[in-house]
């Protein structure tokens, strides 16, 4: 069974290979053989060998990617702590469960582990997104099958190459674009023709970096003097003594990168070597480091305490190594081949998994949380009790291949994967944007107010960033529409038969059920007190609840194509229709500011949104596309896109400056200040999704 797996020395070797070329006698394998030296015999080291004259500067747009393996397994829910979640506290019964008060606060609900203070102040300066339910959707609980899918990252699954292998395949010959810490190059720095290069921990390895020893003076010197003229002994020993020569050159350059002051910890010492190696610009893309054991089946509290103190320090060492000119130039990401189930055992610890946490840290980074916590009712289970994943581990990397490292994810991956839309290009001042839309500038605040709740067909409630999750009318399987309180600190939900369900600080009005409708309802809106509401029928008509009063309806009337949504004014005192041609309606002290009447649409208009105001709205079309009037500014569209799915909802950002769309399969679309803080676009819901509110 895969549970009595454990994570060890095995499974790492056999992610990794060698680094050492072909047998035959290359030039590099005659350099591995040569003797040189004073009174000794040395080997110039492989590694070396083949970097004599590499080290080619990076240009100014392009990024760096650090990577950090956590093998065994990291326990996500030990991480990035859901304790505003009851089921986390059920399951996790075997004294491994961490109070409210004992987490770092990220968002209502969500904390982080208590020994990450370094990580917390990151995220509280906007640099450091958390994605949450990251796992593979067709993996299982081996570590070396898992682990292998995540180095792979590709649709057949016998390719013998990793994905930022093929990365490196598609920048050149240089060794140098990817280097890991170590002597052994892990899967997913395998190319088909390229491999990453594998540099030592010490500095006694790194021939040419170490000038503190006088005897290793004259070794070196010697090694350069060699090459001062022609050697006289033909054109191998010529080679030999020009390699010697780039060899000492380019230990000069490595050397501030081993600086004696490493620190003693793994990671903060890899790390730290990490961080000075891209300061030398040797025109390194891709650098790797690993550690762990992160499989802790038994007394999780104290082991995983010590692995996240290990990460804390290590990335810590790693940004006050960094010189300040890279900072926008440097992205780190962490992964781990599996998660761990959300029960924890009888031995304090906990089994292996699959959904975990990550996380993406730098200054261009979009920070906030991102991707949707997995539930933890028995019912949300799969059939090994085990969370199910709501973010496919490669949407992770083809946000980071299309964005931060400017190459072709589908190419790479085999496959489309949906961007997260978690960082900006490396010198980019406004870029990015969420599920492949128009580019827009950073999330609001850093992302701490970034949130929106998707509605689903059968009544569930997908909540995203800052929205908190409050309740869902599960299983009604007709739900139609949403709207929020004033403050945002509840909801209603309303089905298509009129029933209305509240949550949060939303009170119950009054609903249609049970009532026989003359056409389904398929809109909503919340008076400015929240003391009320309307529900709008496909034909327009309208039923009001609590201080919502009746201002007028199309109830009576022949429509030329069906009412799809409605807004409310910001006195209350009236509301806008809209149709599916694009036809506006206006009531009570709502303006007519314009409408898409009478004009040939491409897709018919699905939802609309006010502006603060009242002085004008948008109207949003299934392609994406959006028609402004009054007041309100374009942001963006999607209507020149080709989308998958239908755009089916609009929700506006606080300030008006912004706005989302979600498609019936949940993928988000951000505009303006809307800062993209997960979807659904992964894992779409059955029935799809109907309605958005933030």
């Not at 469960?97 to 917390?120: N, R």
């Not at 990671?267 to 790797?288: F, P, S």
């Amino acid at each position: 069974m895969a549970d009595l797996e454990r994570w060890g020395p095995d499974y790492h070797g056999l992610a990794h290979a060698p680094d050492r070329s072909a047998a035959g006698l290359s030039r590099r394998r005659f350099l591995q053989l040569s003797a040189l030296g004073v009174g000794t015999t040395m080997v110039l080291p492989s590694w070396m060998a083949d970097m004599a004259a590499a080290a080619t500067p990076l240009g100014p747009a392009e990024g760096v990617l650090v990577v950090v393996m956590m093998g065994g397994g990291n326990d996500g829910l030990d991480t990035v702590v859901p304790h505003g979640d009851s089921n986390y506290y059920r399951l996790r019964s075997h004294g491994t469960a961490w109070q409210p008060g004992e987490t770092l606060a990220l968002a209502p609900g969500v904390g982080l582990h208590p020994d990450l203070p370094g990580i917390k102040a990151r995220w509280d300066a906007g640099d450091v997104a958390v994605v949450r339910g990251v796992g593979n959707p067709g993996g299982n609980l081996s570590h070396f099958d898992s682990m292998a899918s995540w180095m792979r990252a590709h649709p057949n699954a016998s390719t013998n190459t990793g994905w930022l292998g093929r990365y490196l395949d598609g920048l050149g010959a240089d060794p140098l674009r990817g280097v890991t810490i170590g002597t052994s190059i892990p899967l997913h720095l395998v190319g088909a023709a390229t491999r990453a290069t594998g540099l030592p921990e010490s500095i006694n390895d790194a021939f040419g970096a170490n000038r503190a020893d006088r005897w290793r003076n004259l070794e070196i010197d010697a090694v350069s003097a060699f090459a001062a003229q022609s050697t006289g002994l033909g054109p191998w020993a010529d080679s030999l003594a020009r390699s010697g020569r780039e060899t000492v050159a380019l230990g000069a350059q490595l050397g501030p990168a081993y600086s004696t002051s490493l620190p003693n910890g793994e990671l903060a010492r890899q790390l730290t070597l990490a961080a000075g190696l891209v300061n030398a610009n040797l025109g390194i893309r891709v650098l790797n480091v690993s550690y762990g054991d992160f499989d802790h089946h038994d007394d999780l509290r104290a082991r995983h305490a010590e692995r996240m103190s290990e990460f804390d320090a290590g990335v810590s060492a790693f940004f006050a190594t960094l010189n300040p000119s890279w900072s926008e130039r440097v992205t780190l990401m962490t992964f781990s081949e599996f998660g761990r189930r959300p029960a924890d055992n009888d031995s304090g610890g906990t089994d292996h998994g699959t959904a975990s946490s990550l996380f993406v840290i730098g200054s261009k980074v979009r920070g906030g949380l991102y991707g949707q916590q997995p539930g933890m009712r028995d019912a949300d289970l799969d059939n090994d009790d085990c969370l199910r994943t709501t973010v496919d581990f490669r949407s992770v990397y083809a946000t980071l291949l299309d964005r931060w490292l400017d190459a072709d994810s589908h190419q790479i991956l085999g496959a489309s994967y949906e961007d997260l839309a978690f960082v900006d290009p490396p010198g980019a001042t406004a870029a990015g944007g969420g599920g492949g839309a128009t580019p827009i500038p950073p999330a609001v605040g850093n992302g701490s107010t970034v949130g929106y709740r998707l509605l689903d067909r059968s009544g569930q409630v997908h909540s995203f960033g800052t929205a908190s999750d409050l309740g869902s009318p599960d299983g009604i399987g007709d739900a139609a529409a949403m709207a929020p309180t004033p403050n945002r600190g509840g909801y209603w939900v309303a089905s298509a038969s009129g029933s209305v369900y509240a949550y949060g600080n939303a009170p119950f009005h009054g609903g249609l059920g049970g009532v026989a409708l003359n056409a389904p309802i398929v809109g909503m809106a919340a008076t400015p007190s929240g003391g009320g509401y309307w529900l709008l029928g496909r034909d327009g008509g309208i039923f009001s609840f609590g201080d919502a009063t009746f201002h007028g309806s199309t109830g009576s009337m022949a429509l030329n194509a069906p009412v799809v949504s409605m807004a409310a004014t910001p006195t209350g005192g009236g509301y806008w229709f809209v149709a599916s041609d694009g036809g506006i309606f206006a009531f009570g002290d709502a303006r007519f500011h314009g409408s898409m009447g009478g004009s040939a649409l491409n897709s018919p208009v699905v939802a609309m949104a006010p502006t603060a105001s009242g002085q004008g709205y948008w109207l949003v079309a299934a392609d994406g596309g959006v028609f402004a009037y009054g007041d309100a500014a374009f942001h963006g569209s999607t209507g020149s896109m080709r989308l998958n799915r239908p755009v089916v909802a609009v929700a506006v950002t606080p300030t008006g400056a912004g706005y989302w769309f979600v498609a019936d399969d949940g993928g988000i679309f951000a505009f303006g200040d809307a800062g993209f803080a997960g979807s659904l676009g992964g894992s779409p819901p059955a029935g799809g999704v109907v309605g958005m509110s933030c």
